[in-house]
């Protein structure tokens, strides 16, 4: 039975030597000698016809048999994983020595950098940044900016209404009358207000059933029309060019008296005319005007100690004259070709 078990080692030791890098041929001799069915098992069972004496002896004999053929295959075993890693790590060596691949960044959406710029140009002239929801209550969208019940403003047909009284507002002026009420000591504010707006209107290259607005409000004693013109030269100058000039139309609006319409010198023709001013030399570019005394008076403020002024204008509108996009549906379809053109520069 001695004989028998080295035999066996021999023959397993043997087998293991000539494997190279079969992980699974070597498992497959793990278990024919070391498992249950395999012949070392079979020898220890015919130990029982041995004395008392040889028992242990030949017990530590297929002991020390198991030991050796265990600690062989772990060896292999290691050795065969070691060259499988070194095998990989050599077929895929990284050259250090190429150029890296080049990463293409995205870039900020047109309007985005619009919207950023003109709240930069306003945040340095003093006014804040402020926000309001986008699904907005009768009240605060019409009501507080002296639109009564019954206004044509307030049509079903102009309007996206959740309930009668609820809707998706209209215009950014909401956020003007909240921050008016809001103001508990009704002291002098200046702010803009940038989001989106939602009517029902029809998409064409001039049109779209939601949009963007950016408001701005100024309340405080002694706010004059003069302050108003001011600020608004400030602000196409900085938008459209020093060599910009502007002038101002009567017009109407509920919530504004006097109210204003503002053009600018076309920027295509420097006002001569051409087809993009209609030969008229101007282009109109926001609304504006005084506070009306009702929206001070609603809000809380009395209209005889303050006085302020609004303006209004689309980012939209102001973007594609400034980039010279003739179709506002571009803003909003996510074609990456159009919107690939206002990636940074990589200088």
């Known amino acids: 039975m001695k004989e028998r078990l080295q035999a066996l080692q021999q023959e397993a030791v043997a ?109 340095g002239m003093g006014y804040e940044i402020a926000e309001g929801p986008e699904v907005e209550s009768d009240y605060f969208n019409f009501e507080m900016l002296n639109l009564p019940k019954g ?12 309930t009668e009284e609820i809707l998706l507002r209209t215009h950014t002026s909401p956020v003007q009358a909240r921050t008016m009420v809001g103001k508990k000591n009704k002291e002098s504010f200046k702010i ?72 600018i010198s076309c920027m295509m023709c420097a006002g001569n005319g051409c087809k993009t001013c209609k030969h008229t030399g101007w282009i109109e570019i926001l609304g504006a005007g005084m506070v009306h005394p009702h929206v001070l008076e609603m809000a809380g403020y009395h209209s005889k100690k303050f006085s302020g002024f609004a303006f209004g204008m689309g980012p939209d509108r102001i973007a594609m004259l400034k980039y010279g996009i003739h179709d506002i549906r571009h803003f909003y379809t996510n074609d990456i070709r159009f919107l690939s053109q206002f ?4 200088d």
């Open 151 to 162: 206004h044509p403003a307030r049509d079903m047909q102009d309007s996206f209404y959740i």
């Open 192 to 263: 803009i207000c940038p989001g989106k707006v939602f009517r029902r209107d029809d998409d064409d290259a001039t049109h779209s059933h939601q949009f963007t607005q950016i408001e701005g409000l100024v309340v405080g004693e002694n706010i004059r029309m003069s302050d108003l013109k001011g600020t608004l030269e400030v602000f196409a100058k900085k938008m459209f060019g020093p060599e910009r000039e502007i002038r101002l139309r009567p017009s109407f609006f509920p919530f504004t008296e006097p109210s204003v319409e503002m053009d």
């Open 343 to 346: 990636k940074p520069s990589m």
């Open 15 to 123: 087998k293991i030597n000539e494997i190279t890098d079969d992980l699974k041929q070597l498992n497959e001799i793990r278990i024919s000698y070391l498992g249950k069915k395999g012949p070392i098992t079979e020898v220890l069972k015919g130990m029982g016809a041995l004395s008392a004496e040889e028992r242990p002896k030949i017990g530590a004999i297929a002991n020390e048999v198991r030991t050796v053929i265990q600690e062989k295959i772990e060896q292999k075993t290691k050795a065969i994983e070691e060259a499988i890693i070194q095998k990989k790590l050599a077929s895929e060596a990284i050259d250090v020595t190429l150029p890296g691949r080049p990463q293409f960044l995205g870039s900020k959406h047109p309007l985005t950098i619009v919207i950023e710029e003109i709240e930069d140009l306003f945040i």
